[in-house]
């Protein structure tokens, strides 16, 4: 946990455990994904496979290490996702989430902070199978 108790990344899940909501803020660390990553693995070994909704609200970007460690993680984990939402306010946002694609086989969309609600129903519209 960072100085003072805060968390640029928090997670709940949704949907039985099929649906994770990851909101980010700030800068993320390769500590913070230490965070997701259990969170995720845990959930991938009940379910077989699951969806991601990432919420992103003065999102500065990721530093090294956690491109790295998110890099690792998805390529471990190709097909275990069925469906990523990215939510966001800046272009760069946007364009972040569509350098995402070659890195997973889920299907990933963009939707504008403005427009979370129909990014929920679209992440959670799909159940995820077992692949």
Do not use: C
């Not at 805060?6 to 965070?35: C, H, Y």
């Not at 969806?51 to 471990?76: C, I, Q, R, T, Y």
């Not at 972040?96 to 959670?124: G, Q």
Request: charged share 30%; net charge negative; aromatic share 10%.
């Amino acid at each position: 946990m960072r100085q003072g108790g805060f968390m640029p990344i928090n997670m709940i899940e949704k949907k039985d455990g099929r649906t994770l909501e990851v909101f980010l803020t700030k800068r993320l660390t390769k500590e913070d994904m230490k965070e997701f990553v259990p969170v995720a693995n845990r959930m991938i070994a009940a379910q077989g496979k699951i969806n991601v909704m990432v919420v992103m609200h003065d999102f500065e970007g990721l530093e090294p290490g956690a491109v790295w460690e998110d890099v690792k993680w998805d390529s471990k984990h190709y097909h275990d996702v069925g469906r990523v939402a990215f939510v966001g306010e800046k272009k760069w946002q946007e364009t972040m989430s569509k350098l995402s694609s070659p890195f997973t086989a889920a299907e990933v969309s963009y939707f504008d902070t403005n427009d979370v609600d129909n990014a929920r129903n679209w992440v959670e519209e799909t159940v995820p199978t077992t692949a």
